[in-house]
């Protein structure tokens, strides 16, 4: 049986999201197609560059938002694509972790010269514009890691040792109740208000 790359990647997202990244292998993965595991490396030579299209192609399937025409939307514009973002990791399982270290396609470079295009009309400068696109993505990536990751064993007796301490306690009891989503916003409009403050310094 012959498989082309579409169904290669299909099939290993299908995988993912029943076993989980580590658990996933080109072994597993040839058995669940019929095939021997040759047939995969003649369209990926390694696990790496298997797991880097299948990161293009959870982007390709829930990351659509569009870039906005107006530079003085930017701000919006920021705050919803990074929330797309977010959500787009989280709808695979180990999301986060098939993102992690992988880098924009040539493919994509239009999409990417588009959005510091933006970002320049709104005032800032190209290597201003990058810095804020990298770390506005890397800290997404970081969060939905965390999201991702089963609580440590030993979080109630953290919480009960910061009854000792009545500013970590209150804090710790406000990030319990509030969640990830609601830590995630939070940061994320920091990010976007320091961004706003140092364009407004530059001008």
């Not at 804020?132 to 919480?159: F, N, S």
């Not at 319990?176 to 920091?190: D, I, P």
């Amino acid at each position: 049986m012959k498989v082309d790359r579409a169904q290669i990647v299909d099939e290993a997202l299908k995988l993912l999201n029943e076993v989980g990244i580590d658990a996933l292998s080109t072994r597993l993965l040839a058995d669940r197609l019929n095939v021997r595991q040759p047939a995969l490396y003649w369209h990926f030579k390694s696990k790496r560059a298997l797991i880097e299209a299948m990161a293009e192609e959870i982007m390709a399937r829930g990351h659509a938002h569009d870039w906005p025409v107006v530079p003085e939307n930017w701000r919006d514009f920021m705050l919803e694509n990074t929330r797309d973002f977010r959500r787009t990791l989280l709808s695979y399982r180990d999301g986060g972790r098939v993102h992690a270290g992988t880098e924009t396609s040539p493919q994509d470079l239009p999409n990417v010269e588009a959005h510091i295009a933006v970002l320049v009309g709104a005032g800032m400068e190209a290597e201003f514009a990058m810095e804020l696109l990298v770390a506005l993505a890397r800290y997404t990536v970081g969060c939905v890691i965390e999201e991702q990751t089963e609580p440590p064993p030993e979080q109630e007796k953290l919480d009960a040792a910061a009854a000792d301490f009545p500013l970590t306690h209150r804090a710790i009891v406000h990030y319990r109740k509030s969640g990830h989503e609601a830590f995630f916003e939070a940061g994320l409009q920091m990010m976007i208000y320091g961004a706003e403050r140092r364009l407004a310094e530059r001008a």
